[in-house]
Every structure is written in structure tokens, then in C-alpha cells.
């Protein structure tokens, strides 16, 4: 292609000054010619008055209006129950037992009412946390609390002597079908995005190839979080994507709000080095005033999360302040005592599936119904694990004739089809049934219920980066098994483990135990 086909510019939205050039597409291997698109304003030239307000992506309005009626009836249902389950539940209400109009108002309207109004005051409808992430249950959470304690304020401030274990029962109870309808509502939203590709956002990337190409790697891996990549917008120039191969159209020297609204985009990313360059993202975020469209950035500081990243603008320069991974403290504690509870009572209740799979397991081939096997664990210490035995007897001598048989690139050996699993060894893999003895590890302290999984003691000294896997305890599930488990590659796994050890909490301990019963159930990457 000839030089002079095109002007490309490294801004983010500056366009092409030469009007009578054309401009560049770049999609896989093909290149298009492009007619040259006028420039934008950067904010001042439009006026205030003028200003639109409907966003492109309008999928959140109808979502909004189900979650409000979901709460609202919630609520009711609530109130209900508790009227229905108390005898005193009109007591502080004048006259309620021969006129209950002004009960049932406060009970069935005012209360629901004052929940929805709480609820939006804690932006618990806000769509950047509907459907994802933690954020969007704690602030119904933190809504609950101020609930309740409007409540209390009310009747003290006007001597009401209400029936406590009532309200109680009400507002906990509404809580709980709130959290319920959310989750439920997204589980909805899950599976629309999903299945029909609807209810997200359509993503321009902006950066240099390798920057955007990272970005967009990681926005699909999810397709729950609803954000789909539509174009590639690379700053540096058309010959840096020359031969390479890409996942979406690729364009140079456009305007990008002209280029979002040509491939029906709604959300502008800037990724890595191309939120740096010097007054160009606020020139950016100018420019997109008024036009309905979402910008969001995505920075070179990747794998943290966002607990432990704060701003503190100093002199109008916005610092990025990372904290210290937590690896002790009584957030620690209160891991170690989480999971040796859930293990010891989960042993116990478990005692029947256990006889069960270890009859199964007689039946199906003599031998142990335990296998065990040494693995490396808490910075370095060597433990034998606990599993159902899956593989017939000889499994480790057939093992040399299927070595250049391995279908993973890492440290384990993985086949989808291995001939040394038995049948029913091959149903208790795939229902992950065989790591429930590992109960025994976390009980005796040597495995935590989350966290990295544990690696063979023989597979080399864990140099480098996967080494840092050691500074917490294994796991019985983690990050890598709720992403993928034997389907992810070994570099991403240990990117995912890595991820988890600088970024791990209770909650995401917690939302990481929910989203393996999911996975469980749906029986993803177990072979």
C-alpha cells in the first residue's frame, strides 16, 4: 500500500487534517478505503441547554424497571409474611384492629415505597453495578441498614411503641427477597447476554494493537459482563497491525466518536499508554459530552483490583495509590477459621457420599478407594493430598506411553480422553466428586476451601512468578478453576492464581465459592 493513501495520527480523537486523503480500516489481513469524516467539537461550541441526555446503550432502562418492581413486591411479600406471622403487628397504630387503612398504607405503600427511594439513594440501581461484581449487593445491604434505621428514628421520634419483633422479621425478610430478586435478576441477565448476545455494551478500543488486543482478551473471556469489542482504534499507525491477525476491524487515523456511531458502538475504551498521552483523554471526554456515549479507561496497571487502588488527586494530578497485598491479619484468621468449620461440617454431612463413591469405586476396579499423592503447598511445604482414586490401579506405569499424548502446555498432565480412568472414575471427575477428601486437608490445615490448586511435588522448583503461588495456602477451588479449569492454558492459569494471591478477601473468597457450584454443575473443563 502506498504512503500517501492516508494520514494517520496518533491522537485519540484528533482527525485526519488532510480532508482530500483518505483515511484506513485494517480487518485481519484486508484493508478498505475509508471517506474522510468531519471534525469534531471538543465541548465548547455546542451548547449546554442542548445537551442529550439518553445514553446510547439503553438496555439498564427496562432491567431498572423489572428490579423496581421486583423490589417493591418483595417488600410486600414481607410485610405480609410478617403481619401473618405476628399477632402484635399492628401495635402502635391507633385503632388498627376495626380500621386498618392507615396500617395496611404504611405497611404495603409507604414502607415499599421509602425502601425504593433508599435503595436509589444508594445508587443500588446504578448501572455500572448492575450485574456485576460485588458492588451492586452491597449497596442494597447498606440500603437495608438505612431502612432500618429510618425506622427506628420514626417511631422514637414520634413514640411509637411498634412491635420489634415485627419490624424486625420485615425489614430482614425484605432484605433477603431483595438480595434474592437480584440475584435472580441476574442470573436473567446472565444468560440474555449470553445466548442472545443482547443487554451490552458495543466497545471501540482505543490504543496501540498489543495494548487493545490485551483488553479485548480480557472483556471476552466473561461474556456475563455484557461488554463486546466491535473495532479497534490504534493509535500508533496502520503499518504496527500490518500481518497480524485480528478478532475485530481494526481503524487508524479516525475520528472516534464518528467511528463509534459507524459501527453502532456505545462505550469508548482507552487502553494502556493511550490514556497518557497529555491532554488528550480530557480532550476525549470533552468531546463525548452530550453524546450519549460511556467512556471508560483501561489502564497499563492490570491484575489489581480495585480495593486496593485509591485515587488521591494531588494538584489536580489523579495518583493511583496500590496497597500491599493482604497476607495476614485478621482477614487471614477469619479465612483459617471459615475453613475449618465449612470442612469439619462439611466431613460430617458428607459421611453417606463417601461410603457411596467408595463402593462404587470398589466395584469398579480393586484397589484403594483413596488416592494420594504429594503436592506443594504454604510457602513451600510438601503435603500428601486427599482424592478419590480415579485411575485404574496401573494408571502410573501407562503413564510414559501417553506423555507425547498431553493436550496442556503446563506442568500437569491433561487428556480429555485418558484410557487409565475408569467410568466411574470419569463421572466423579467430571462432577469434581473426587476432591471432596480434600475436606480432610483443609480441616488439618494444609489446603484452604479457595486458592491456587495444589501442584504435583515433582514437577520442577516453581521458579519465577508461579512461585508466589506458595505465599498462600492451596485451595479446593479457585480463580483458575471457576475461569476454566483443564480448558485454560497454563500461562493464564498461572496469570489467574497470581491474580488471586495479590487481590484476595473474604468476599472474593466467597463469590468464587458461588460461581464453582455453577461450574460444577455445568460440568466446564473436568476431564
Not at 449546554?48 to 432502562?61: E, G, I, P, Q, T
Not at 493509535?235 to 459507524?262: F, K, S
Request: overall charge positive.
Amino acid at each position: 500500500m502506498r504512503e500517501d493513501m492516508g494520514e494517520v495520527t496518533t491522537s485519540l480523537q484528533r482527525p485526519v487534517t488532510n480532508t482530500g486523503r483518505s483515511q484506513l480500516v485494517r480487518h485481519v489481513d484486508s484493508f478498505e478505503i475509508q471517506p474522510p469524516t468531519p471534525p469534531s467539537h471538543n465541548g465548547v461550541p455546542r451548547s449546554a441547554w442542548a445537551r442529550a441526555r439518553r445514553r446510547v446503550s439503553r438496555w439498564h432502562r427496562p432491567y431498572t424497571a423489572a428490579l423496581l418492581l421486583v423490589d417493591f413486591f418483595a417488600v410486600v411479600l414481607a410485610d405480609w409474611a410478617a403481619q401473618e406471622a405476628f399477632g402484635q403487628a399492628r401495635a402502635g397504630f391507633y385503632n388498627a384492629q376495626e380500621d386498618p387503612t392507615w396500617f395496611y398504607t404504611v405497611a404495603f405503600l409507604l414502607l415499599p415505597l421509602g425502601w425504593l427511594v433508599i435503595l436509589w439513594g444508594n445508587r443500588a440501581y446504578d448501572r455500572r453495578y448492575m450485574g456485576l461484581g460485588p458492588d451492586e449487593f452491597k449497596r442494597v445491604i447498606r440500603a437495608g441498614v438505612a431502612v432500618a434505621a429510618t425506622v427506628s428514628f420514626i417511631a422514637f421520634a414520634t413514640k411509637t411503641d411498634l412491635s420489634r419483633y415485627t419490624v424486625g422479621f420485615a425489614l430482614l425478610g425484605a432484605l433477603v427477597l431483595i438480595l434474592l430478586g437480584r440475584i435472580l435478576a441476574r442470573f436473567t441477565l446472565h444468560a440474555v447476554r449470553r445466548r442472545v448476545g443482547q443487554a451490552g455494551h458495543r466497545m471501540v478500543l482505543v490504543g496501540t494493537l498489543p495494548e487493545c488486543l490485551e483488553v479485548y482478551t480480557a472483556v471476552t473471556r466473561n461474556p456475563s459482563a455484557g461488554l463486546v469489542p466491535v473495532a479497534i482504534h490504534i493509535t500508533d499507525g496502520y503499518a504496527a497491525a500490518r500481518g497480524i491477525q485480528t478478532p475485530v476491524p481494526v481503524y487508524a487515523g479516525r475520528d472516534v466518536l464518528a467511528l463509534v456511531r459507524e459501527v453502532g458502538g456505545d462505550t469508548i475504551a482507552v487502553c494502556g499508554s493511550a490514556s497518557a498521552e497529555p491532554g488528550e483523554l480530557r480532550r476525549l471526554a470533552w468531546q463525548l459530552e452530550g453524546s450519549g456515549v460511556d467512556l471508560v479507561v483501561a489502564p497499563q496497571l492490570t491484575d489489581i483490583a480495585g480495593p486496593r487502588v485509591h485515587i488521591r488527586p494531588i494538584e489536580g494530578l489523579p495518583l493511583l495509590h496500590v496497597e500491599e497485598p493482604t497476607l495476614s491479619g485478621p482477614a487471614l484468621l477469619a479465612k483459617n477459621l471459615m475453613d475449618r468449620v465449612a470442612a469439619g461440617l462439611g466431613l460430617l454431612l458428607l459421611v453417606p457420599v463417601f461410603l457411596a463413591i467408595g463402593v462404587a469405586i470398589r466395584l469398579s476396579d480393586p484397589g484403594p478407594v483413596f488416592f494420594r499423592q504429594p503436592r506443594v503447598g504454604h510457602e513451600g511445604r510438601t503435603f500428601r493430598v486427599w482424592k478419590f482414586r480415579t485411575m485404574y490401579v496401573d494408571a502410573e506405569d501407562r503413564l510414559a506411553g501417553l506423555v507425547d499424548q498431553n493436550e496442556t502446555d503446563g506442568m500437569l498432565f491433561k487428556m480429555k480422553h485418558d484410557p487409565r480412568v475408569f467410568p466411574v472414575g470419569r463421572f466423579l471427575r467430571a462432577s469434581s466428586l473426587d476432591e471432596l477428601p480434600q475436606l480432610i486437608n483443609v480441616l488439618w490445615g494444609e489446603m484452604s476451601l479457595v486458592g491456587p490448586r495444589p501442584l504435583p511435588a515433582d514437577d520442577g522448583d516453581f521458579l519465577g512468578d508461579v512461585r508466589r503461588r506458595l505465599l498462600v495456602r492451596p485451595g479446593m477451588t479457585g480463580l483458575w478453576q471457576v475461569s476454566g479449569r483443564s480448558d485454560l492454558s497454563w500461562d493464564e492459569a498461572v496469570r489467574l492464581d497470581l491474580y488471586y494471591v495479590d487481590n484476595w478477601s473474604l468476599a472474593y473468597d466467597l463469590s468464587i465459592l458461588w460461581r464453582t457450584v455453577g461450574v460444577v454443575l455445568a460440568r466446564k473443563g473436568a476431564y
